[in-house]
């Protein structure tokens, strides 16, 4: 078991200011907490499972260049889909005078936009990296087990803390802050790779 406890402490302090967790923040406050975590759950399995099943592979195969550009234009496109006017196919309630009225959102929508913001910011992330390297020391099944539930807990904290900030401030404010924050994500991505 001290695989698995090991793997626990280390991702979840890792992650803890960390951009997923940002980004878990900006979705939890647009929307349920419960398609939020559900999203946040599927991503961190898949990337965990990666990271312990082939984490090294995926680092040698693909040029880190490559992927960092690639989530570099996913997070500049999710920019823009928070900032797109809701009409029942965008992300969020709209403000219509003094009263939040609710635009019809689907669940099965926002969880996958969810999870595939959550998976594309954890590849090559740190916690990824530190999930594979204990993963080639201890037991890989406990490891994975250990650093799902880890990181699950911190990007929950993060979703929480967004869905606390959302219920206070004004969702133009909201939809505003999230997509400068998604923007900010995909630049220094894209920065990231100029040498």
Same mark, same amino acid.
Do not use: C
């Given at each position: 078991? %001290?695989?698995?406890? %090991?793997?626990?402490?280390?991702?979840?302090?890792?992650?803890?200011?960390?951009? =997923?967790?940002? $980004?878990?923040?900006?979705?939890?406050?647009?929307? !349920?907490?419960?398609?939020?975590?559900?999203?946040?759950?599927?991503?961190?399995?898949?990337?965990?499972?990666?990271?312990?099943?082939? *984490? +090294?592979?995926? *680092? &040698?195969?693909? /040029?880190?260049?490559? $992927?960092? $550009?690639?989530?570099?234009?996913?997070?500049?496109?999710?920019?823009?889909?928070?900032?797109? #006017? /809701?009409?029942? =196919?965008?992300?969020?309630? #709209?403000?219509?005078?003094?009263?939040?009225? /609710? $635009?019809?959102?689907? /669940?099965?929508?926002?969880?996958?936009?969810?999870?595939?913001?959550?998976?594309?910011? #954890?590849?090559? @992330?740190?916690?990824?990296? &530190?999930? &594979?390297?204990?993963? %080639?020391? !201890?037991?890989?099944?406990?490891?994975?087990?250990?650093?799902?539930?880890?990181?699950?807990?911190?990007? +929950?904290?993060?979703?929480?803390?967004?869905?606390?900030?959302?219920?206070?401030?004004? #969702?133009?404010?909201?939809?505003?802050?999230?997509?400068?924050?998604?923007?900010?994500?995909?630049?220094?991505?894209?920065? %990231?790779?100029? @040498?």
């Amino acid at each position: 078991m %001290s695989s698995f406890w %090991s793997a626990l402490v280390v991702v979840f302090v890792a992650e803890l200011g960390d951009k =997923t967790q940002l $980004v878990a923040l900006g979705f939890g406050a647009r929307h !349920r907490l419960r398609w939020v975590l559900t999203g946040i759950g599927l991503a961190y399995v898949a990337t965990n499972l990666m990271s312990v099943v082939i *984490g +090294a592979l995926v *680092g &040698a195969a693909l /040029p880190g260049r490559v $992927v960092r $550009v690639a989530g570099g234009i996913l997070f500049l496109a999710f920019a823009v889909w928070t900032m797109r #006017e /809701p009409d029942g =196919t965008g992300p969020g309630p #709209e403000k219509q005078g003094d009263d939040r009225v /609710p $635009v019809p959102r689907r /669940p099965a929508r926002v969880v996958m936009s969810v999870a595939g913001a959550m998976f594309v910011a #954890e590849l090559g @992330d740190k916690t990824m990296l &530190a999930t &594979a390297t204990l993963a %080639s020391t !201890r037991n890989p099944v406990l490891v994975w087990a250990g650093a799902t539930l880890g990181i699950f807990l911190a990007g +929950a904290l993060g979703a929480t803390v967004g869905r606390a900030i959302g219920d206070r401030v004004p #969702e133009r404010s909201v939809r505003i802050g999230a997509a400068a924050l998604f923007a900010a994500f995909g630049i220094a991505l894209i920065v %990231s790779t100029i @040498d």
